[in-house]
């Protein structure tokens, strides 16, 4: 028996598991993360990386490196048959749009899953730790103060073998829908599999076609051949779809797949299809879990749910998971937090996944009716600006509490008041979204921010996104709203490493009295962080580290109130 030096064991190392050992690691959690396989996970897969990720990614430091290896989403070239050379139709896929003050993101990019997951052990080196392939959870077995769980690890040939049984506080499985964790934890997987609508897809060097354009061939309510460049030159990633395809049997020899491109692309002449990195025949599973914990055992990403790969939400999702659960489990793990807070990310991600699951499945019906140009439009559900927990029972919004007796006394009788009748419209994923701000939404970002005493013109601009991070908690204090001396004492109370004071006021208005016990006073030299964050009541806003509001709150008083739902008493 050997008593682990890490806290968490992170049984599987695709981008959940990886994301939650980076935001484990900055908070100083002690981590260890194993692998089965040795060798790496080749090709796209996953690829399209929407905005709320970038905006997260921002919160672990890494964006610029994503958007720097990563690619815009370009326009679709559908062809006409039997030819298969002349353009029918052109459209964009998702049509760009401009950044906003408030939304530095607003287009998806495209990245290969693999040099994704290399950026992702890359940013682990930096923190000392790297992942342990070969290394294999055969059992394990928990009680109220620990995991102990039985490894079997293997040499890189398979040729040695070595058993090992340890022990560790928590254990997250993130080993997908195949592994070990969620079966023999004795999670439910509820759902279907299709068995009409099949895919092939993979990656393809493809010589004669332009690079600049995603290229289709057909509808999937036939027979679709879908090229996609990547941001390695010459690669291709491919998707065949449709009824008249015998996926199982093309898939089994790579010389059938190249058959099938030249047969279902016009058999072009111009065009040679060469290697083939991966390739893999795809039935769509919509499962989900019931619960995503029990007792010390915890699963993330695919482990806990499984959908088509129509509407790119797959990876995004897993790194939403995880974001949600890092924090909440750090607090845990460093004795700040009751293992209560746990169920919380049961509590708030299992409306999104369902919501997930719902939209990408009609999606898929779309698809192979040949329904599914301009997936990713401006402003739409997928790319999960708008997936919120306004419904948590952590959140706290005395905003809206006094917003609606405001205007319930305004309109007594209640016949042309609607508003919260329709915010109760408003699902997981921010359909129906209005625009106002509530706790349980995602933290919008501010530019235009100065030090305050600065003139704009001779100091540095700050963005709210630049000073949110996955270690703590940010507290804005909108200086005309709130008595900044007040909270700002109340805050002294709390460990300064849980939390990061942010005092804003207007344009050309002094700090406040108490300021000096903020880490940041900001001028709000555009006025973008008031018009996103206030409106006439309620100026102190809490920003959890996952980049999701969770107060927007009345005083000192109610922010004690609302850390009282999360930390132990202090």
Request: overall charge neutral.
């Amino acid at each position: 028996m050997s008593k682990s030096p890490s806290t968490v064991l992170i049984v599987g190392a695709g981008p959940a598991g990886l994301v939650l050992a980076i935001s484990l690691l900055r908070n100083g959690v002690p981590v260890r993360v194993i692998e089965k396989q040795w060798t790496p996970r080749l090709g796209q897969r996953g690829a399209g990386i929407m905005p709320r990720s970038l905006e997260l990614f921002s919160h672990l430091g890494m964006v610029d490196d994503v958007v720097r290896r990563a690619i815009q989403v370009p326009l679709v070239r559908k062809y006409k048959l039997p030819e298969g050379v002349e353009v029918l139709h052109e459209f964009a896929m998702s049509p760009i749009t401009d950044p906003t003050p408030t939304h530095p993101f607003l287009n998806p990019v495209l990245l290969g899953q693999d040099t994704l997951e290399n950026l992702f052990h890359s940013v682990l080196a930096k923190l000392g730790c790297t992942v342990e392939k070969g290394t294999e959870l055969v059992s394990f077995n928990q009680n109220q103060d620990f995991v102990e769980v039985n490894l079997l690890k293997r040499g890189p040939n398979g040729d040695t073998e070595e058993r090992e049984t340890a022990r560790y506080e928590w254990m997250v499985g993130t080993d997908g829908a195949k592994g070990v964790v969620r079966k023999q934890l004795g999670l439910s997987f509820l759902g279907e599999t299709r068995t009409v609508e099949n895919f092939l897809v993979g990656d393809i060097c493809v010589e004669g076609l332009s690079p600049k354009y995603w290229h289709m061939w057909g509808d999937a309510s036939e027979t679709l051949v879908s090229l996609r460049p990547t941001e390695t030159r010459g690669l291709f990633n491919f998707i065949i779809a449709g009824k008249n395809i015998n996926h199982a049997q093309i898939a089994s020899n790579y010389d059938f797949v190249r058959e099938c491109f030249k047969k279902n692309t016009g058999n072009r002449k111009d065009l040679k299809f060469g290697v083939m990195p991966w390739v893999s025949y795809y039935t769509p599973n919509i499962r989900m879990v019931d619960s995503f914990s029990k007792g010390r055992v915890i699963i993330a990403g695919d482990s806990g749910h499984v959908h088509s790969p129509t509407g790119g939400q797959g990876v995004n999702t897993a790194i939403q998971d995880s974001f949600n659960l890092g924090w909440k489990l750090a607090l845990v793990a460093r004795g700040y937090s009751n293992s209560s807070l746990i169920t919380s990310y049961t509590e708030e991600r299992l409306p999104v996944i369902a919501e997930m699951l719902d939209q990408t499945t009609k999606l898929l019906n779309k698809t192979f009716k040949g329904e599914d140009e301009g997936q990713w439009k401006p402003g739409g559900t997928l790319f999960q600006l708008g997936v919120n927990y306004r419904r948590s029972s952590i959140v706290m919004d005395e905003r809206k509490t006094l917003e609606a007796a405001r205007e319930a006394e305004e309109d007594a009788l209640m016949e042309d008041f609607d508003f919260y009748e329709d915010e109760g419209k408003i699902d997981s994923y921010g359909s129906e979204f209005d625009g106002r701000l509530r706790a349980g939404d995602r933290a919008p970002d501010s530019s235009g921010l100065v030090k305050i005493g600065c003139a704009k013109a001779f100091s540095k601009s700050y963005q709210l996104f630049q000073i949110f991070n996955v270690t703590y908690h940010t507290i804005l204090l909108f200086a005309d709203f709130v008595n900044c001396e007040k909270v700002l004492q109340e805050i002294q109370r709390y460990p300064k490493d849980l939390m990061t004071t942010v005092v804003i006021v207007r344009r050309r208005k002094p700090a406040p009295p108490g300021s000096n016990l903020a880490d940041h006073v900001f001028e709000d030299y555009d006025g973008h962080a008031y018009e996103a964050y206030t409106s006439r009541v309620c100026g102190l806003v809490v920003v959890r580290p996952d980049g999701v509001v969770g107060g927007i709150l009345r005083d000192a008083s109610s922010l004690r109130r609302y850390f009282q739902t999360l930390l132990v008493s202090q």
